[in-house]
């Protein structure tokens, strides 16, 4: 247990279903991110909170919409995926935005997407 | 931009027997250096890092990595692997205000 829940665990959605994955931290960090990991990729990163603001997005299509309410929670929002967009979808967390020094991040379980 | 190469995609290798999975980073100025492990069906979890000072770094479960800033390498090594040790391994080098992973090295240690 890392101290970041992420929810649901495995999720089947159709091509013109919403959906929304939620990320929860339990540390008291102040920077939360959302990371998609497929295979034989490299991890890559979508978003980046920082004091529930965003402050990076990389050049991720608009099917894909995060929302930081808190600090403590993290939300993807999901709307007309496609087959491709199968992956794992980590979330992670922070203290401090620079992730450097004695700060690290903390990755939860991830949710596993399949899109059909 | 920042990039990580981890040229094994996948290590089988005996239980006890020593191994080593290799990173490379691109990269001419200073770097925060750093190994996950994926187990199965988990998120990623911190190995180790290197910051700066002593380049032989020492994480946990016994893994140890090698900073050589001349060849841009930072491979993860351990003396005698386990079967729990069975896993997916990252290398990530830090730009800014994220991390660059790799793509991943799948050790599969046997009986």
């Known amino acids: 247990e890392t101290g970041v829940t992420q929810t649901p665990r495995h999720l089947v959605m159709g091509m013109t279903n919403k959906k929304s994955l939620k990320c929860e931290q339990h540390?008291?960090?102040?920077?939360m991110y959302w990371y998609k990991q497929s295979a034989k990729k490299p991890l890559e990163l979508m978003f980046v909170?920082?004091?529930?603001?965003?402050?990076e997005n990389n050049s991720v299509p608009s099917r894909f919409s995060p929302e930081c309410p808190n600090s403590s929670h993290l939300f993807l929002h999901l709307h007309t995926l496609q087959p491709e967009d199968s992956a794992l979808y980590l979330c992670?967390?922070?203290?401090?935005?620079?992730?450097?020094?004695?700060?690290?991040?903390?990755f939860g379980q991830g949710t596993r997407l399949t899109v059909v | 931009a920042q990039s990580v190469t981890q040229l094994d995609s996948q290590v089988p290798v005996f239980e006890e027997a020593p191994v080593e999975l290799r990173c490379n980073y691109s990269?001419?100025?200073?770097?925060?250096l750093f190994w996950y492990v994926q187990y199965p069906n988990q998120g990623l979890q911190l190995l180790l890092k290197?910051?700066?000072?002593?380049?032989l770094v020492k994480g946990i479960n016994g893994f140890e990595a090698e900073f050589n800033k001349s060849q841009t390498s930072f491979h993860l090594r351990k003396p005698s692997v386990h079967i729990s040790d069975t896993a997916e391994y990252f290398c990530?080098?830090?730009?800014?205000?994220?991390?660059?992973f790799g793509t991943g090295t799948r050790l599969q240690v046997f009986p």
């Open positions: 909170y920082s004091l529930e603001e965003r402050v």
């Open positions: 992670a967390s922070s203290q401090g935005l620079t992730i450097v020094g004695n700060t690290e991040a903390f």
């Open positions: 540390l008291g960090h102040n920077a």
């Open positions: 290197y910051l700066s000072g002593s380049t």
């Open positions: 990530a080098v830090s730009e800014t205000d994220k991390l660059i």
């Open positions: 990269s001419s100025v200073s770097v925060y």
